[in-house]
């Protein structure tokens, strides 16, 4: 008997403790953590950095809302300017659809009247809210949940020219991921990336980047977007940003950012100082020990270390987010045999697994995941 919806299939494995990468369940097993919360714990579980910012937050002021002036919020919000290229203005929200959504708002505001459509990719992942699963190009998901707010519309993921032929006058936006995660880990590419950016320069769109999974270093660098050359207008963060506390933020260029006045958008929890103290701390960790390098590096090793593997037939992605296409049987049963042997990983699709480890794993915890995940491999193909 549970007393949660039943929105999740029921678990097979409940995780009372965490440190760097491992998690330990309710009966003392010890398992590799190669998800991450899905691709939230970049730092691993239990960073004492973290940790500690969060209790001089719980000892010192959680929340006064957003009519007051509070600390560390504002300098987040700078660290991230900063990070993302500098000229931007920042909206804290507690997740990665709440940043989406403000996205959405403010390329409607921006637009102005009879210009409010966001045009996004099948296969995409934006979130679960109303308006972000609208965004999300997953037709099958959004069937239950008709009709869903109107002005999203989808084209075919790569496609260049499919979207210059959707971009109407009441188009005000273009939102893609820089790698499609939860669709199952696709690159999007340099090519179609700058296309996008002329498009969006030539018809006077945003070109909004939804970087909730790709951010803050797990791609080899700081952003995905910058695998790309290009610049985007709006950015969107969440996942890693807490190290494993809710938040999110959508960052715009300041001449965007500036389309919103007050009482335009708004939240109760969003940039509090105990969600911006483990943002603060996630942050300042991550520029120490240089994560975007950490992932590029580690991310090779890992990639190769699987290419290597007979029952693997291909890797893709970036840095420390790859796609493992694995053959001779279902992904999804791979992962329960991982799990029996103590690895955790998911699927994102019916031949594809996911990996995410924390940008801090160690090249002994990558063999020991690889062993793990060879000898899985091997008896499902025997
Ligand atoms: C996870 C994810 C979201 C949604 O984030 P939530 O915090 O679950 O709302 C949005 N976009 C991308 C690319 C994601 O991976």
Redesign the pocket.
Known sequence: MTYLMSTYAAPSVTFVRGRGSYLWDEQGRRYLDFLSG?AVTSLGHAHPAVAEALCRAANTLLHTSNLFGTVPGPEVAATLDRLIGGDGKVFFAN????A?ECAIKLARKWAGHGRYVVLSAYGS????TLATLHATGQPAKHEAFQPLPDGFRHVAWQDIEGLEKAVTPEVAAILL?PVQ??GGVWPAGPEYFQAVRRLCDERDLLFMV?E??TGLGRTGRWWGFQHYGIRPDVVTV??ALGNGVPI?ACWARSEVASAFVPGDHATTFGGQPLAASAAQATLAVMEAVDVPDLARKRGQYLRDKLSALPSVRAVRGLGLLLGVEVTGTEAKAVVAKCMEQGLVVNAVTDSALRLAPSLLVSEAEIDEAVDILGRVLEGASA
């Open positions: 899905l997740s990665g659809a709440e989406n992942f934006h979130g679960r991921e995660g939860e939804d909730v999974q969440a996942k999110g």
